[in-house]
Every structure is written in structure tokens, then in C-alpha cells.
């Protein structure tokens, strides 16, 4: 399974975007699937995830309330909803999955990784 990054974009403060990740070779059955991101200069850091074993989403508390994570039948993408947008989102976006395991939002328990989108939010 490969997993494709998309939807990253220029917008302004205050602006949505919706990120995509979709699975090719494959599907999302049984897949924790997270977004993490790294701003210029930084660490790549958790956004948000979803939770195969039950429909329960995840979120870093710097986008709470503003991004929301969705994921339909399996064969469908996972989505990034990103409303209100500021200029400390800007970031390289990553999908990333895990089959079969344990929820978690640690970087290492993820063994799938898309390329990455970016998002630039201008003030």
C-alpha cells in the first residue's frame, strides 16, 4: 500500500483547505490513520487521527475546534478539513497509516508515509 498526499495550497488567514489521503494498492480496512505536519525550522508534530477500531477522531489542541478528520468506506480517501486557517499552520502536511495495531499518536508507530502536501497560510 502506498499512501498520496493532496490538497495542500496557498491561502489566506481565515481560509479552509481539505487535505486528502488516499491509499492505492490497497485500502483503509483496519487502518489508524494520522495526519502529522513539520513547520519550517521544526519537528514534525501530530495534527489529528482517526481510530480503526471505532469511529473516534483525535486532535492536536492547536487545531481543535478548526480541522476535522474524516474517513468513509474503506476504499475512500481520509480527509483533512481545515477551516480558519492562521499562518502558524503553514507546515508540510503528511498522511500516515498503521494496520491493525493499537490506537496511538506517536510518530514511530506509523510505517506508512505519504510525501507530503504543503500548506502555506499568509496573514
Known amino acids: 500500500v502506498q499512501l498520496q498526499a493532496s490538497g495542500g495550497g496557498l491561502v489566506q488567514a481565515g481560509g479552509s483547505l481539505r487535505l486528502s489521503c488516499a491509499a492505492s494498492g490497497g485500502t483503509f480496512s483496519r487502518a489508524n490513520v494520522v495526519w502529522f505536519r513539520q513547520p519550517p525550522g521544526k519537528e514534525r508534530e501530530f495534527v489529528a487521527g482517526i481510530n480503526w477500531r471505532a469511529p473516534i477522531t483525535y486532535y492536536a489542541d492547536a487545531v481543535k475546534g478548526r480541522f476535522a478528520i474524516s474517513k468513509g468506506s474503506a476504499k475512500n480517501p481520509v480527509y483533512l478539513q481545515m477551516t480558519n486557517l492562521k499562518p502558524e499552520d503553514s507546515a508540510v502536511y503528511y498522511c500516515?497509516?498503521?494496520?491493525?495495531?493499537?490506537?496511538?499518536?506517536?510518530?514511530?508507530?506509523?510505517?506508512?508515509w505519504g510525501q507530503g502536501t504543503l500548506v502555506t497560510v499568509s496573514s
Open positions: 500516515a497509516a498503521s494496520y491493525g495495531r493499537d490506537w496511538s499518536r506517536r510518530e514511530e508507530s506509523y510505517n506508512l
